[in-house]
């Protein structure tokens, strides 16, 4: 059985847990790494497979061997896809071959009475005017001081609410909401290259104290890793390239391709070898029964080094 998870990248994740929890899953994303996934979904001598799957930095073009592994995983393993705003391949793939459960962003008028319910899963009593606010912010334009957040990030600002002193006050909640959009691979690997590895492990930590598997931030950090790599290979070609000719050639977003290839113009190409390098090592280190926490740690403070020269 599969079963993909679309819409919100919140709601879908946390769909996603939901109904591994019903299976008996462990609650451990794992990078699409065809070989990885292929393994988990086959199964032993203790039952069936099962694999909780993350796509969200999916490309198209490691979309083919993914999917040839998943149209070969035995009828009774349980993969669940979390692949939020699928391609118009990947999309059309699912309707013959996956279940779609689809989550999407409450809107405008739901939003209000999302945020109250959600504040009850937290014993949380928010007067009106308060969850306007904070649903007023969610895709919104927001401020300077507030810009707007999606719901992980709103979920963090319920989280600390719960430990403000009573009563709740529009003015404290205002006070407190410093939002920053959730952080990503791509946040760990600029924080790296720039040298700044204490900001790197500062996110780290903020990750894992989400929940977040350390493998699945390893897998982060080697998918950034590798369309950096690709970066450099294509300024050695043309040292003009612009973003949207590396968006197209990478399958990001242009303005991801920009800040990809700004990193890439930072590189030598002993450091990208390096790089790739640690991060195969850390991976191996990690899926072979090693502490996976240890070998992210290490990852990082080996990539920091590679980049020390630049940092001065």
């Given at each position: 059985m599969i079963q993909v998870f679309t819409g919100?990248?919140?709601?879908?994740?946390?769909?996603?847990?939901?109904?591994?929890r019903l299976q008996g899953l462990a609650p451990r994303m794992m990078p699409p790494e065809p070989a990885l996934v292929a393994q988990e979904a086959s199964g032993g001598l203790f039952g069936p497979g099962g694999a909780l799957v993350d796509l969200r930095d999916l490309s198209e073009t490691e979309w083919k061997p993914l999917r040839e592994v998943l149209e070969a995983v035995p009828p009774d393993a349980v993969v669940l896809l979390l692949d939020p705003r699928p391609t118009a391949a990947r999309s059309k793939w699912y309707a013959d071959k996956a279940q779609k459960r689809d989550h999407p962003t409450p809107g405008p008028k739901?939003?209000?009475?999302?945020v109250i319910n959600r504040a009850r899963?937290?014993?949380?009593?928010?007067?009106g005017a308060i969850a306007s606010y904070l649903a007023g912010l969610v895709g919104g334009k927001g401020s300077a001081e507030n810009p707007a957040m999606g719901l992980e990030a709103l979920e963090q600002e319920l989280k600390k609410l719960c430990l403000v002193s009573p009563p709740i006050t529009l003015e404290k909640v205002q006070a407190l909401a410093a939002l920053d959009a959730p952080i990503s691979g791509f946040d760990l690997v600029r924080s790296i290259t720039e040298g700044k590895p204490t900001q790197a492990f500062k996110y780290a930590r903020e990750l894992l104290e989400r929940g977040e598997d350390p493998l699945r931030i390893l897998g982060a950090l080697s998918w950034q890793y590798v369309r950096v790599a690709?970066?450099?290979?294509?300024?050695?070609?043309?040292?003009?390239?612009?973003?949207?000719?590396?968006?197209?050639?990478?399958?990001m977003h242009p303005y991801a391709a920009k800040q990809t290839l700004l990193l890439a113009k930072k590189m030598t190409a002993e450091a990208v070898v390096q790089a790739l390098e640690t991060l195969m090592g850390a991976e191996e280190a990690a899926k072979t029964g090693k502490d996976m926490r240890l070998a992210l740690e290490r990852a990082m403070a080996l990539l920091a080094r590679i980049h020390q020269p630049a940092a001065h």
């Open positions: 919100d990248s919140f709601l879908a994740r946390e769909a996603l847990l939901q109904e591994a739901e939003m209000t009475n999302w899963h937290y014993d949380l009593k928010l007067p690709r970066a450099w290979a294509l300024l050695q070609d043309d040292p003009m390239l612009g973003e949207g000719m590396a968006a197209s050639a990478l399958g």
